[in-house]
């Protein structure tokens, strides 16, 4: 078995038939969505020696669209960052798309340091159903690819309705079909002044040269405000760790996982066998968001109340604006390396504001470069605007072939 | 009309009809007809069925009662008319009549029900047993809503009378209740005490008393020569399913007596108690010494409603060639054995031989059981060929047996290990195969209880200190002769529980003195622990004795509930714990500060609300149940802080929007095409693939406590 996969599949199915809308793509998820008899850990001592019983609801829909499923790749604990995530790099080794869990970004930022696309979809477009989450509210299952055509046929079969997933909203699916063709420029950007204070002096230069790229195909840049930019983080952070402390709580060693040997009485046997599940930076994570449960409830509240403005405020800048512009990945910020709570959400930054809103957002390579340095072109849309998106960026990215 | 007027629901019948009557009560259940409602209206009395229809009622008291749900509190006024035939309810006593309302009262509304009240249907012939799948929990929490049901109720009212009878039959006899003391001394004697502890007295504590012993020794000496007192008693142990911290004793004591007085006096008072149960006791009731209990049953408490009593084999083997019965012979041990009657067809050589031999009885501490079946010619086992033909005939003509039975016989070198392992065989058997006859009540004495028992370092007392023993001639430093000492104590048991028990105290100073030499207690220990009772021995102290009885347990017996919690109005649940006030529960700091607790444990001990609970990260551990390591806890404590600011910065930025949880808007509705069912992962039993330890289709996790 290579570094990047924890499970390779044996493929012995049959290759699908042509007709099928994804024959012979090669997929490799991350081992917190479900495949039926596949070991699925999630990264994490918790979920030890876990194997689903059913396919989450995206590997059902990809094994009956014809998709090849390579196998697991690894990843940061709870898909918690980056650390350890290796399912991008797979890409570049038996697998056309990789299905990663964007919670702050993470599909958006690891394609971003590959030179990839990475798209996170709108909040409620596909089912979380068999996907071992942490952060229900804002986590969703992103995509990576060397391409977008597979990243939007990939999409057009895992996105809809799925009555199993009661967290999915009643609305109408997104078409993803006529995505690629259905661009009809010229189309109004946005960046957000308060957002270019992050920006060292080669991001700045390389964020420029990707507007430049996006001016050059038609699409008019203007500055506008969002006031309470600078509390997207805090707001995420309270949130998250409050959903996350509360996710994890399954994991109580009784009906799967890891059990302490310690425990002599049950308090006990949860206290060993959780303390030893988890590892930093996801522990310190859970106690904060056990320090807002029992803590300090209200700081949980407030922070529901700013997001609901967060999403006015950013619903109206978009009423005004077609996208939002950023770049994704910070230089100085490694979000491979980051080892604590702290240093994770300042890799993210620039990502975390579009899973806040429940956004669509996709990272475009080979536009935002300086010095040889890729930062990578992040472009964010309206909720459920996702074709227009992909067709924004599927403008982009073929100038950047033309050259 | 004034509630002065009431009338009570269950009592009206035929003699009523044509009355105006006043009722008040809750709404039991309700029929609605159209243009006729029929509710079912309760009180404690019973039910009446009131019928609200237009002609009689008038149209504004329809549209009143239109409005009635389940356990509304209403006041009605109607006339008392016969059903129509045909229309009577028998599952009612009050079904052949019903009340035409005229007029509509709601004293109070009720919320949606945790569970439903009513237990009577309103249409004859059709059951309306609850669902009896409500979790007991949730009724406790409820309690209040529980005890409304007549089940419940009569539990109550019928403990009640049972409590009445032993008050009434007391006083006859001359007793006089006189109440002691709930905070007393801790004595370090028996169970755990619930400590109280003193404001006044910084660091000390009172104790909830385990029974009212000591002072009740003391009003003998007071010269009350009768006292009895229903009264709590609490004792800190562990948990078991049917047992509470507090219960409620029967406590009496009389002096100038012996035991006889006491036998006759407690049998004729139980078989007063038993009759509010419908049970009829009798008498007088058979006497067993301990000894004789061991012998036969391996228990002090023996359950006598069926036989399979023991049979000693031990002389049967006295010259046996078989090797595991002479070894254990050889070291003074004994053989003894159970003839299960005719049941050879149940009981196969692999039920005997896999389950019995090697998984259950190993469980009840023996190594091993040898079993036989009675065959024709003789007897069919594993090892029976090991026996010698004198020894086959002697077991059969020891057990009387006859073909289909089958002999169980335990052997060991320790006598009370095979009394123990075979008695718990005995009721396993018993139980399996359905020997037990229900509805039948065994009620025996248990008598002559050894007064010590050996320890490591001598003896120790088997009932309490305090118990005369048969002899007064011992030498407290000989062991053996004090194990061979009997007390004179009783256990009044019934179907192999123990219901209650007493003794014969010790009225003498020197007498008591050397019970407690040897015992091994030093002079300065006595006077610490029990130097003012003793001193009370010291002022003409009269003989006496006297005899206690669970109130719990006797009323859920008399009863017939399955557990003693149905006979109690307020219990806590299995675990101690009470869900309807959530006690016990955490106390403020300042609390436990006026009262001096804080600092109790002195360095290094964990005490609620002390400094270790103040640690906010050692909080989150408990709250979290994620236990760290010293390595972790910098780096936690870091982002707990850092999480603390952040606290900071919302709530001084949070504005007035509500608060969003999600950003789309999800309708709760039901899955289409779907009904309830068991998940078919849990049918196959796939579901425990994942678990770290299963153990018979469950998931096995530590115990609760330790």
Redesign the interface.
């Known amino acids: 078995m290579s570094g990047i996969y924890t499970y390779k599949n044996v493929l012995t199915d049959a290759p699908a038939g042509a007709a099928s809308p994804l024959a012979g793509v090669r997929v490799v998820v991350q081992p917190n969505i479900s495949v039926r008899g596949w070991p699925c850990d999630a990264g994490s001592k918790a979920l030890e020696?876990?194997?689903p019983?059913q396919d989450a609801e995206v590997v059902t829909r990809l094994k009956s669209a014809g998709a090849l499923l390579v196998g697991s790749s690894r990843m940061a604990e709870l898909g918690f960052g980056l650390t350890g995530e290796t399912s991008v790099r797979s890409l570049g080794e038996g697998a056309d798309v990789a299905a990663m869990t964007d919670t702050m970004g993470e599909a958006r930022v690891a394609s971003a340091t590959e030179g990839f696309f990475g798209f996170k979809p709108s909040?409620?477009l596909v089912s979380r159903f068999g996907l071992i989450g942490l952060v229900p509210?804002m986590e969703c299952t992103g995509v990576a690819g060397r391409d977008l055509n597979s990243i939007i046929d990939i999409m057009t079969t895992i996105a809809g309705k799925d009555?199993?997933d009661?967290?999915?909203?009643?609305?109408p699916p997104v078409d993803f079909t006529s995505t690629p063709q259905g661009f009809e420029g010229p189309f109004r950007a946005g960046i957000v002044k308060e957002s270019l204070d992050l920006l060292n002096e080669t991001e700045a230069h390389a964020f420029k040269a990707g507007l430049a790229r996006m001016e050059a195909i038609g699409a008019a840049i203007e500055e506008v405000s969002l006031p309470?930019y600078s509390?997207f983080r805090?707001?995420h952070?309270?949130v998250a760790?409050v959903e996350a402390?509360s996710s994890a709580g399954k994991y109580d060693?009784?009906?799967?996982?890891?059990?302490s040997p310690q425990?002599?009485?049950?308090?006990?046997?949860?206290?060993?066998s959780?303390?030893?599940s988890?590892r930093?930076?996801v522990?310190?994570?859970?106690?904060?968001?056990?320090?807002?449960?029992?803590?300090?409830y209200?700081?949980f509240?407030?922070?529901?109340?700013?997001?609901?403005?967060l999403?006015?405020e950013t619903t109206d800048v978009l009423g005004a604006v077609d996208f939002l512009v950023f770049p994704t990945r910070r230089m100085e910020h490694d979000a491979w390396a980051a080892g604590?709570?702290?240093a994770v959400y300042e890799s993210f930054m620039l990502t975390l504001p579009a899973n806040v809103?429940?956004s669509p957002a996709v990272q475009v390579p080979g536009c935002a470069v300086h010095d040889g340095v890729d930062i990578g072109l992040q472009i964010m849309g309206r909720?459920r605007d996702d074709a227009r998106l992909l067709s924004a960026a599927s403008a982009i990215a073929s100038s950047v072939l033309r050259g | 009309m004034t509630f002065s007027e009431r009338l009570h629901c269950g009592l009206l019948g035929l003699p009523d009809v044509g009355e105006e009557v006043l009722l008040a009560g809750w709404v039991d259940a309700l029929r609605d007809h159209g243009e006729v409602l029929f509710i079912h209206l309760r009180d404690r009395s019973g039910i009446v069925q009131v019928v609200f229809s237009p002609g009689p009622s008038g149209a504004e008291v329809c549209t009143a009662a239109a409005g009635l749900k389940a356990e509304y509190c209403i006041r009605v006024k109607g006339r008392v008319v016969k059903r129509i035939e045909g229309t009577e309810n028998p599952g009612i006593a009050t079904g052949e009549i019903e009340v035409a309302a005229t007029e509509l009262t709601v004293l109070s509304k009720a919320g949606t029900l945790p569970f439903p009240i009513s237990e009577k249907s309103m249409v004859a012939g059709v059951s309306a047993k609850r669902d009896e799948s409500v979790s007991e929990d949730l009724r406790l929490q409820y309690r209040y809503l529980d005890l409304r049901r007549p089940t419940m109720q009569d539990h109550l009212v019928k403990r009640h009378r049972v409590a009445k009878i032993v008050r009434d039959y007391l006083d006859e006899q001359g007793f006089v209740e006189v109440e002691t003391p709930m905070l007393t001394k801790s004595t370090p004697e028996g169970a755990r005490d619930y400590l109280v502890p003193s404001r006044h007295y910084p660091k000390s504590f009172y104790a909830l008393p385990q029974s009212p012993q000591l002072f009740k020794q003391l009003l003998m000496v007071s010269g009350m020569e009768r006292y009895f007192q229903i009264v709590r008693c609490f004792r800190d142990e562990d948990l078991r399913p049917n047992r509470q911290p507090e219960f409620t004793q029967l406590d009496l004591e009389a002096s100038f007596i012996e035991e006889e007085y006491l036998y006759s006096l407690f049998e004729e008072m139980t078989v007063r108690m038993f009759r509010v149960g419908g049970v009829e006791l009798p008498r007088p009731y058979p006497r067993m010494t301990w000894l004789d209990a061991m012998n036969l049953t391996g228990s002090d408490r023996p359950d006598l409603r069926f036989g399979m009593t023991f049979k000693d084999a031990t002389d049967v083997f006295t010259n046996t060639g078989y090797g595991i019965f002479k070894q254990i012979l050889g070291r003074g041990g004994c053989i003894k054995g159970i003839n299960v009657k005719g049941q050879s067809e149940r009981l196969s050589k692999n039920i005997l031989q896999n389950e019995y031999a090697k998984e259950i009885v190993p469980g009840f501490g023996a190594k091993g059981m040898t079993w036989m079946r009675v065959v024709d010619g003789g007897l069919e086992s594993n090892i029976v060929q090991f026996f010698s033909d004198a020894e086959r005939r002697g077991i059969l003509e020891r057990f009387a047996a006859e073909k289909g039975d089958v002999i169980l016989m335990i052997a060991d070198p320790s006598w009370p290990l095979v009394c123990s392992a075979l008695g718990q065989l005995r009721l396993h058997l018993a139980e399996r195969l359905g020997l037990i006859p229900r509805d039948v009540y065994y009620p025996l004495w248990v008598t002559d209880f050894p007064l010590f028992e050996a320890t490591e370092h001598g003896v120790t007392s088997s009932h309490h200190p305090f118990t005369m023993p048969d002899r007064t001639d011992f030498d407290p430093e000989k062991v053996d002769e004090l194990l061979a000492l009997k007390s004179r104590a009783y256990d009044l048991v019934m179907n192999g529980e123990e219901l209650g028990g007493g003794s014969i105290r010790i009225n003498d100073r020197a007498l008591q003195n050397r019970i407690f030499k040897a015992l091994g207690l030093s002079d300065a220990e006595v006077e610490e622990k029990f130097g003012f009772f003793l001193k009370a021995l010291e002022y003409g102290a009269p003989p006496h004795g006297g005899i206690a009885l669970g109130m719990d347990r006797v009323v859920a017996m008399i009863l017939g509930t399955p557990s003693i919690r149905e006979v109690i109005a307020f219990p806590k649940n299995r675990s101690a714990y009470c869900p309807l006030t959530d006690a016990p529960s955490t106390v403020a700091s300042a609390q436990l500060a006026e009262l001096g607790l804080l600092d109790l444990g002195g360095a290094g001990q964990a005490l609620p609300g002390g400094l270790e609970q103040q640690d906010l990260v050692d909080r989150l551990v408990w709250v979290s149940r994620i236990a760290i390591d010293d390595a972790e806890r910098a780096d936690i404590a870091a982002a707990v802080a850092d999480a603390k600011n952040v606290a900071g910065l919302v709530r001084n930025n949070s504005g007035d929007d509500e608060p969003m949880t999600s950003v789309v808007v999800v309708e709760n509705h039901t899955r289409e095409g779907t009904t309830a069912r068991v998940s078919e992962f849990a049918q196959t039993g796939e579901i425990f693939k994942n678990a770290p330890a299963e153990k018979g289709g469950f998931f096995k996790v530590a115990a609760v406590l330790e």
């Not at chain 1, 060693?253 to 059990?259: A, D, I, L």
């Not at chain 1, 522990?283 to 300090?296: C, I, R, S, T």
Request: aromatic share 14%.
């Open positions: 020696g876990f194997v019983l909040f409620g509210s009555p199993n009661p967290s999915m909203p009643d609305e309470g509390l805090a707001v952070n309270t760790a402390s060693s009784v009906r799967f996982g890891h059990r425990g002599r009485n049950w308090n006990e046997m949860y206290l060993a959780r303390g030893e988890f930093l930076p522990k310190a994570f859970l106690f904060q968001g056990a320090f807002f449960q029992f803590e300090d209200g700081a509240e407030d922070a529901c109340r700013i997001r609901n403005r999403v006015r604590s709570v702290r809103t429940g909720r």
